[in-house]
Antibody, heavy 121, light 110 residues
């Protein structure tokens, strides 16, 4: 079955970086874009960016420009999201979510289970 | 503050009909970009409920329906059930090259 499995919870100190992985299975990895979305405790969903697993091109939300890097490894069908210069406000659950098609405009039909990132000194 | 505006909360009794609005602008919903809706049960990942304004993925009950007009969209839930109690989010795309989410609406089944 189609699924996205994310890496485990992380605890980081302010100023550090975190890299979250999302392994896809059950479908052709390069045929669907992948989004990253985060949710701070008690807050709503926030879009971080998107990656095209086929060519590796990315587009990031302006808020995260310069701090986020999304990459992929087609040999393992895995996408990665690295966020640097962490601060307490980055404490959140981070989700990868598959776009229904190759593009930005579509719904997100498959979601990972989420990865909790806690930033604390 | 989200660019897509949703009411923070709505409520209804079992069996009733509720609607959740999602108001955007001429650079997103009004520009013709599709609206999608998600349901998030407590402690779980969001689930796609409606895509392309009014389409239901396989397995989503027909009690859920979506519509779009001008710069707004709506999610309607008929025959409200206790299991529908959740947070609901709308999502669209903006001409500023950004995917947008609404702020979310908490549905309480009375």
């Amino acid at each position: 079955q189609v699924q996205l499995v994310q890496s485990g919870a992380e605890v980081k100190k302010p100023g550090a970086s975190v890299k979250v992985s999302c392994k896809a299975s059950g479908y052709t990895f390069t045929s669907y874009y992948m989004h990253w979305v985060r949710q701070a405790p008690g807050q709503g969903l926030e879009w971080m960016g998107i990656i095209n697993p086929s060519g590796g091109s990315t587009s990031y939300a302006q808020k995260f420009q310069g701090r986020v890097t999304m990459t992929r490894d087609t040999s393992t069908s895995t996408v990665y999201m690295e966020l640097s210069s962490l601060r307490s406000e980055d404490t959140a659950v981070y989700y990868c979510a598959r776009s229904q098609h190759l593009g930005y405009y579509y719904g997100m039909d498959v979601w990972g289970q989420g990865t909790t990132v806690t930033v604390s000194s | 503050q989200s660019v897509l505006t949703q009411p923070p909360s709505v409520s209804g009794a079992p069996g009733q009909r509720v609607t959740i609005s999602c108001t955007g602008s001429s650079s997103n919903i009004g520009a013709g970009y599709d609206v999608h809706w998600y349901q998030q049960l407590p402690g779980t990942a969001p689930k796609l409920l409606i895509y392309g304004n009014s389409n239901r993925p396989s397995g989503v009950p027909d009690r859920f329906s979506g519509s779009k007009s001008g710069t707004s969209a709506s999610l309607a839930i008929t025959g409200l059930q206790a299991e529908d109690e959740a947070d609901y989010y709308c999502q669209s795309y903006d001409s500023s090259l950004s995917v947008l989410f609404g702020g979310g609406t908490k549905l309480t089944v009375l």
